[in-house]
């Protein structure tokens, strides 16, 4: 083996080397994070911090049940307009995946899911917040909704396409009108992953904190109303984790597990669902 | 016909909300410039180039929240970069068959971690580690102007670590992509030539580079807008400052804090125009590294036959 | 460059080939002359391209992929533990069926073997481009323009800068898998010239599922069948006088 050779073959061992260190490197913030929500989360997980409102400044104790209503109050507007515009959206770029108008609104939910969370935030406080002059629940439920949009018609989008197109043409064949063939037919035939990808979407802007600070604000008391402030466990968690309060860190910590819990969970379940869905259409 | 014109409806109907989609992202590029009228009309460009940031005499300069997102996006960059690639690489080209669902499933859980979950741990974590970091500076080298200041733990420097470890999964996985997408034919010519590993590896990247630059980019892109784990850690102080140790702000951040503090209306729309520059610079980098991607995997598709549009790929 | 050898430049014994658990080779021996065509035929599937990517290992790449027996080049074991599969794919050349150029110039990509192994003075580079151009019949297309993008040259003028490629790091064994099947008719009668005047200096095995081509180009046929060696002779003994049956209803065309 000439010396040339015996250099390139050593180069080759050290980048090989460096690369596998380079998954090392990212893995461990990524374990330290788990550890540390886990190790801090989860000790300081209780029964009062799912039931019990928030304590006045200073006294310790009291929950985040507010605050964990308030998101899921949150997530609830979101998804009752995101998931029937981006069903829908998703649907007819399923039908006609190759127009001009089609590469146009890909590009644009692309495009949208690029911009930063609190520039929307800034669009449903000029739309929601201001012309009535108050900050309130639907205006972050609109915000977070927004977010959800695109996520929601690419996952519409692909997992149409994976329907084996025998079944569009099948039902057409027995006398379907286009409406009745996509809605009973290939719908139902890719909605688990549908409804998996939907809760992905969910869990992912149940996390975001910045959109919510000036559209649903926060709130210390209870509160369901849509026009009034209302409490989100991620901005409740912000809040406490910027106060000098040991209690409130700690409490911060445990509303960071639950937030990281219910994420892992929903994405091990959409992993599962699309792999099934996957299989299913493999003959 | 019954059927075609139920066909049109059907067509028209679900267009039109696929048009809301395509009104959204204009919507909002309009309400932003609308709401930023009097900032843009009182300031006009010298809002770029000025420090001042003075919410009491109503002078506003934004230059230090547009060096701080830059700075800090461009050190998350170099940080991330090399460590995403190597991710890729490993992934796609040097790992047991078994192990890549797994790692790929790993290193994307780094995407799905909320923002705020980042902040917490950078708080409590990351913060007194970098503290301790500046504290054994040695006299010397602070002297530098880049590691000028005080040992606070809040500042740049964890701003870029912290985004360095959230852009990480988005380069990789689209990395990861662009490197499925190269044909297999081209490391077979390299190694017929007598290539190492490592060489056949080079080749594959070099075919895909520009999808890889589109990669990069999305990270950036990633960097630029990130709100929460940045402004829990850098210090929010708006200077310009070479310094890593020295705390400073970013775009997100200054409209994330100030927000709802604006009492009035000009505060209030030189905030938001600060959120129109990040909206125009975000998609100015989004519209660039989605044309990179899409340019290399149209170069995949054989030259003889009419280049069919891409699926557009699921993106964490 | 090497006198005519009576010994075989690549000798094969007992050679069997593995896909994970399915046999795809069956027990090949044969004997490759130096300096001499020999044509690989037989219906596709037959494992004629497995079997000529066994010679320069490019099957390692393949993790369930596995060989056994014996394939010798110059008396030298190819599958041997010492044996560096980085210097004999130097050694043996390969030739694809669809032409792969690097998204390069066509200088580069020609210069790429050389540059790897370590070429850096110009001149030598310069020259030895020339020559590998010229072998391959492509100089006169090209000269004047070397650093356009390989990219941009037709199907017949890609496999023929392939061709360049592979010789610019003088190898002593051409394999080509399949070369002219994905061009035209004049670019494949130009690369089956190219064949004929290469013969000279390198050995060269080519598979093909073009019989004519076979016939057209080489010395010595082998006929593979579902993977196992059929038939193998001098190329006229085995388009005019086939010993098997299976030889014949091939090459006559009642089947394949």
Known sequence: ?283 | MRRSSDDRTFRLGTGAFAAFVLLLVAGIAFELTRQSMLSIAKFGLKFWTTSTWNPVSGDFGALPFIWGTLYSSILALLMATPIALGIAIFISELSPRMLRQPLAYLTDLLAAIPSIVYGLWGVFVMVPFVRTLETVTPDALKRIPLFSGPPLGVGMLSAALILAVMVIPFTSSVAREILKNVPSTQREAAYALGATRWEAIKVAIGFGKSGIIGAVMLGFGRALGETIAVTMVIGNSPQVSASLFKPQYTMAAVIANEFTEAADELYLHALIEIGLLLFIITIAVNIISRLLIWSMKRRVVAPDVAPVLPAEEALA | MNDIQTESKISVRNFDFFYGPSKVLHDISLEIPAQKVTALIGPSGCGKSTFIRSINRMNDIIPEAKGTGTIMIDGKDVYAGDTDVVELRRKVGMVFQKSNPFPKSIYDNVAYGLKIGGMRNKRQLDEIIERSLTRAALWHEVKDRLHDSAMALSGGQQQRLCIARALAVDPEIVLMDEPASALDPIATSKIEELIYELKDNYTIVIVTHNMQQAARVSDRTAFFMLGRLVEYADTNAIFMNPKEKMTEDYVTGRFG
């Not at chain 1, 596998?20 to 300081?44: D, Q, R």
């Not at chain 1, 006294?59 to 998101?71: D, L």
């Not at chain 1, 909704?145 to 996520?151: A, D, N, Q, T, V």
């Not at chain 1, 139902?188 to 992905?200: F, K, R, W």
């Open chain 1, 1 to 283: 083996m000439t010396a040339n050779l015996r250099r390139r073959k050593l180069f080759s061992r050290v980048f090989e080397i460096l690369c596998a260190l380079a998954v090392v490197v990212a893995l461990i913030p990524l374990a330290m994070i788990l550890f540390y929500v886990i190790k801090e989360g989860a000790g300081a997980l209780n029964w009062d911090f799912f039931t019990k409102m928030p304590k006045p400044v200073g006294e310790t104790g009291g929950g985040m049940a507010n605050a964990i209503v308030g998101t899921l109050i949150l997530i609830g507007i979101a998804a009752l307009f995101a998931i029937p515009v981006g069903g829908i959206c998703g649907v007819h770029l399923a039908e006609y995946p190759e127009t001009k108008f089609s590469s146009a609104v890909r590009f644009a939910a692309d495009v949208l899911n690029g911009v930063p969370s609190i520039v929307v935030g800034i669009f449903a406080y000029g739309l929601v917040v201001l012309p009535v002059k108050r900050f309130s629940a639907l205006a972050g439920g609109v915000a977070l909704g927004f977010l959800m949009i695109p996520i929601v018609v690419r996952t519409t989008e692909e997992l149409l396409r994976l329907v084996p197109g025998g079944l569009r043409e099948g039902a057409l064949a027995l006398g379907a009108t286009r409406s009745r063939a996509v809605f009973s037919v290939i719908v139902p035939a890719a909605l688990p992953g549908i409804l998996t990808g939907i809760l992905v979407a969910l869990a992912r802007v149940a996390g975001e904190t910045a959109p919510l600070l000036f559209t649903a604000l926060g709130n210390r008391f209870w509160s369901t109303s849509l026009t009034q402030p209302i409490a989100s466990l991620t901005v409740q968690v912000y809040t406490y984790a910027q106060s000098p309060y040991d209690d409130w860190h700690r409490q911060a910590w445990a509303g960071a597990f639950l937030l990281v819990m219910i994420i892992l969970i929903l994405s091990i379940a959409a992993r599962l669902a699309v792999r099934r869905l996957e299989r299913m259409n493999r003959p």
